[in-house]
Nanobody, 126 residues
């Protein structure tokens, strides 16, 4: 298990930006894939982006491509999700999750993500 804590959510106007953080206090994220997921009210959870913490390879969901950027800080054992050009449909509870993974980029099966943070709320509204 990898204890994760998200932060950085909030209320932002359409077109605005937010940066979410996912930290693993006291634990290394090496050999883990860290994914960002979101869930809007009444909708299923969906993946947003994922980073292989060891080799910095990245994958994005189509909804995130061109607007969101996932990155890591190895010294801080933290993964970030920079979200730009936010839209109302980006509103939801954003979670980060960890999968112990030494394969190519990130797991394709969400059940491989075994450690989840508590989530941080993102609301995009005027």
């Amino acid at each position: 298990q990898l204890p994760l804590v998200e932060s950085g959510g909030g209320l932002v106007q359409p077109g605005g930006s937010l940066r979410l953080s996912c930290a693993a206090s006291g634990h290394t994220m090496d050999n883990y894939a860290i994914g960002w997921f979101r869930q809007a009210p009444g909708k299923e959870r969906e993946d947003v982006a994922c980073i292989n913490f060891s080799d910095d390879t990245i994958d994005y969901a189509d909804s995130a491509k061109g607007r969101f950027t996932i990155s890591r800080d190895k010294a801080k054992n933290t993964v970030y999700l920079q979200m730009d050009s936010l839209k109302p449909e980006d509103t939801g509870l954003y979670y980060c999750a960890a999968a112990f993974f030494t394969g190519y980029i990130c797991p394709t099966d969400v059940t491989d993500f075994h450690s989840w943070g508590q989530g941080t709320q993102v609301t995009v509204s005027s």
